[in-house]
């Protein structure tokens, strides 16, 4: 069997990682940037019991987690967590182990680029616009028109993430000073709604 390296758990509370890997019968390190986080949750902490190493890193680079891994053979580097998927890939590839290519995984993280390389490709999909500050983003929404779903390009898991469907739902955004940055959560992507079924 194999041992793995896996980086984080998905949503920080998700265990399927791990007990995949121990029903298959592999053996694994867990690496994080907070071991206590995961061994504050009872059923996660059991299965981290059974790691071979739990190995804490504030610094995900590679220069940093290398020498923390002491040489242990690793067979695998595994990660769900989006976070973390530049990092793993560059840790696999340092590793010598086949991975996501980073600079795949790095456009995987920015979904206007993603946006640009599928339109590219022949492969245009909804009218968006990238924004950044509140100014262009009421001016986006100007030029696109409603409904929008409005989001972060580095986000996750839809967190930060808005519906405007009718002009009520802008007055959030009218009330911001447009000479002011707009929060994270608005500052990026717009894009324009095709059907009724995209904003349920």
Known sequence: MSHLLIIDLPGGNDPDILCAALNAGHSFTFLTA???HYRSQAEISALLDQARAVIEARDFSVAAVLPLLAGECVDAVLCLQDLRIVEAALIA????????????????RDKSAVRAVLARAGLAGADFARVSGTAPLLAAVER????????????????????LRTPADLDCLAR??????APRCWLNACTRVRSSAATR
């Open 144 to 163: 696109l028109g409603l409904p929008l779903i409005i989001k972060p390009i580095d986000g996750f898991g839809s967190q930060h993430v808005f519906a």
């Open 176 to 181: 911001l000073r447009p000479d002011r940055p």
């Open 93 to 108: 590839r340092a590793l010598g182990l086949p991975h996501l290519d980073p600079q795949t995984a790095a456009l995987c």
């Open 34 to 36: 907070d071991a206590a």
